[in-house]
């Protein structure tokens, strides 16, 4: 009899504890009792610890920093005056203007147009009365599209106290050749040296060669037209 | 007479116009504090300019202008120099906090606000050179102007192009893309015997490519653009366009 309460008792005890466990295995998430007790009572605290009311409410506006835009100047916009050789049709003076964006101080990309006028070939010359083109077709203007790579920069002295940035560049491009009535695929190689007397203004002194294919004396063939010019641009 | 004296008029008041930004010389500059031990000012704007002075810390500089990746600053002393952007990356500004500027490195590639590029390639067996522009809404989405020539045996011509673009994955190096948009094709045919007219017509696209960063601010893009273009015969017009180029962000 005896035993058999014990067990009883031990049955009941084993049992409650396996549910008071089960219990807190299943209720994890929620606060306990004892937590919630501890929240109240630091709640109280805080509230014994605030801050009186103001008094005087501070009149200090708040300094608003305005911040200076930085002028960045990485175009380059300019004219350019020389002289072009159209292959078999002399050579003329050419005007264009040229337009520069300096991505990073090696590279920049450039974007070129000009004209000129094509004088006579020499069988023109000698033929007598012989024209093969006309006024208008005599024109030859082109624009271009190039990378420009910054080579070889530094620095020239001008006497003994002035020194100018300065830099030896190379050109490739591509772009078009409208000449004799008929528009052209181009390709363009070439150098070109650049002075800067203030930071803002730059003189250029370039050659470039334009090669395009050309049907108009009969054969198919690759024209080289070499071109040498001055240049004046303003960064901004 | 009367004509030159108008135009008098108007050349000075172009000149005022042009004039007037540099005339206003009480221009407000940036200052920032040096922090690193130094700055190091060069006498241009390049990695191989020599180094003449120096700005020892908690000193300040005025920044007067940036050209590509070097800063233009004037020292208290007013002595005037080139910074590099990375020594320009340890200065702070008045109130303490770090000078920030765009870098146009891999995270200004991921997004950015516009695009310019040149290209060379192919239009229906022509040769192609092409330019465009785009405006980026956010990293992925950009709406892209793009103007082109094509110069072949049979016909030359122009070719304009508005559409979007959408980038997948902006932050991968090799990130592609798809295109979709509408235009206007000029086609000037060349023939010998019989010239037909010259004639334009409305086109719509639809494309893809992928762009690489390359360096700084750079990177490569490949393109291909299948036009339909809508002619008043009876057939509509399908145009292949591939093209390869380069171009920069900012």
């Not at chain 2, 390359?214 to 393109?223: G, H, I, M, N, S």
Request: net charge negative; charged share 20%.
């Amino acid at each position: 009899m005896e035993t058999g309460i014990r067990i009883l008792l031990l049955s009941v005890v084993l049992a409650l504890s396996g549910c008071a466990s089960i219990r807190n295995w299943l209720d994890r998430d929620e606060p306990t009792e004892d937590t919630s007790a501890q929240a109240d009572t630091q709640a109280d605290a805080d509230d014994a610890n605030a801050a009186p009311p103001r008094v005087i409410e501070p009149q200090v506006a708040r300094r608003t920093v305005k911040v200076p835009r930085i002028d960045t100047e990485n175009i380059e916009i300019g004219g350019v005056f020389g002289a072009l050789s159209i292959e078999d049709f002399g050579t003329n003076p050419v005007y264009g203007v040229t337009a520069a964006y300096h991505v990073t101080e090696d590279f920049f990309f450039q974007a070129e147009a000009g004209r000129s006028t094509a004088g006579k070939t020499s069988f023109e010359t000698l033929g007598g009365n012989v024209t093969l083109l006309t006024g208008k077709e005599r024109q030859f203007t082109y624009y271009n599209l190039a990378l420009g790579y910054n080579f070889l920069p530094g620095e020239v002295f001008l006497g003994r106290n002035r020194a100018m940035t300065s830099g030896f560049y190379l050109l490739g491009g591509i772009g078009s050749v409208d000449f004799a009535g008929d528009q052209k695929f181009s390709v363009s190689f070439g150098a070109g040296f650049r002075v800067l007397p203030t930071d803002w203004l730059a003189i250029h002194v370039r050659m470039q060669d334009r090669i395009f294919d050309s049907d108009l004396l009969g054969e198919d063939k690759l024209t080289n037209n070499l071109e040498a010019n001055i240049g004046l641009t303003v960064f901004f | 007479m009367r004509d030159y004296r108008r135009y008098a008029h108007l050349l000075t008041l172009l000149l005022a116009f042009v004039a007037a930004p540099s005339l206003c010389a009480a221009r407000e500059y940036l200052q920032v504090f040096v922090t690193a031990p130094y700055l190091e000012l060069h006498t241009g704007p390049g990695r191989g300019f020599p180094v003449t002075q120096v700005v020892a810390r908690d000193e300040s500089v005025d920044i007067l202008k940036r050209r590509t990746d070097w800063f233009k600053v004037r020292t208290a002393r007013g002595v005037e120099g080139w910074a590099s952007y990375k020594d320009m990356l340890s200065v702070v500004l008045a109130d303490g906090t770090p000078f920030t500027f765009p870098m146009g490195d891999r995270a200004g590639y991921t997004s950015h606000k516009g695009e310019i590029g040149v290209f060379a390639g192919d239009y229906s067996g022509a040769t192609l050179i092409s330019a465009y522009g785009s405006y980026s809404f956010n990293s992925q989405l950009a709406v892209e102007l793009s103007v082109g020539q094509f110069l072949g045996n049979a016909s030359n011509g122009t070719l304009a192009d508005i559409g979007l673009t959408h980038t997948f994955v902006p932050e991968w190096r090799l990130s592609p893309f798809v295109s979709l948009g509408t235009g206007v094709v000029h086609i000037e045919p060349k023939a010998t015997l019989v010239a037909p007219p010259d004639r334009t017509d409305q086109t719509a696209y639809v494309g893809g490519g992928v762009k690489y960063y390359l360096t700084r601010r750079f990177f490569a893009r490949a393109e291909y653009r299948s036009h339909y273009v809508f002619t008043s015969r009876n057939d509509n017009e399908k145009v292949d366009e591939w093209k390869l180029g380069f171009a920069f962000f900012f």
